[in-house]
């Protein structure tokens, strides 16, 4: 058995960022792989991926040469990432407000309503109702392309990764996002990740993200900070970013329902986006089939 250490420069996607592999292999059977990155290593840490990397060759050498068949026992493989139950759909709506039954998921439901009326299959996740961990920067997204958390991010990663379109409808609070969806946002790193750097799945070149946002105040200058904060999301999401809405001065009325013509702008920008997509979507027999 051997135990190697193989490094790969990812520079040229993150400054100095590289990636060493630690391999533990019977001939050409992998028996345990590390990977760690330099981003892990906060600055007053103290320790380097690269020596990481070493103790971590030097500790397997010393195991296997202590005990070989107890190493290939312990050490079994786990290089998969879980594929949650969750459905795949055309689209995929997350309604990011706290309130389930706030102005966003009024929008919510007109963009569903507006989906069905196309027969296309759409999802709509209520933050509220998830288990979501905040992302805490360990980049260990970049080792494998996976999170490190098990939560329900699972099956959001796994909705957006298969919808042809992606619809964010966000109250504003304090200027930008609600924590729930920073959270979701933030963790979409690891998708990110697993298409740029893990390579585990090609990004779909035509699809595209409309962002729907409410705030209570007056005056387009309340949606400054969170058109920018919407339009990385989609690009770290990947998603192209496209049409965007937004209904001020909802403190002064009794909801986005009473808004005159929103409905219609709603159903309007969905039907448009979703027009762009269509023969897209008609050539895809494979979504067409998952829909049934
Ligand atoms: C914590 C918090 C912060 C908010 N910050 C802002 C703000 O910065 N600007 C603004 O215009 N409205 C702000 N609002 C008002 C919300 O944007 C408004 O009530 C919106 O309609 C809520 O959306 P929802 O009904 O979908 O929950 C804030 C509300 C809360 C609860």
Redo the contacts with the bound molecule.
Sequence with gaps: MTVSIIREDFSQLYPRMQRYIVEAARGAEVLAAFRTNTYEYSPGVGLTAAGAARSRADDWEAYLAKDAAGFAEYHAPRDHYPVPESPVTDVVVIQG?P?PD????TIAGWVAEAVKARDMSVQVLYLDDLILHPCIGCYRCFNKGICTFEDDMDGIYHALEHASLLVVCS?????TVPAGLKSVMDRCQALHARRTIAGKRPPKQDRSGLFFS????VGDE?FAAILPVAKAFFSLAGYQPGATLCFDG??HVSGVHAVAGARERVAGAVGAALEGLSPSLQQDGEKREQRG
């Design positions: 407000s309130r706030g102005n966003c998921g109250p504003v609070y304090t200027n409410v705030a209570g105040r309340n909802m403190d």
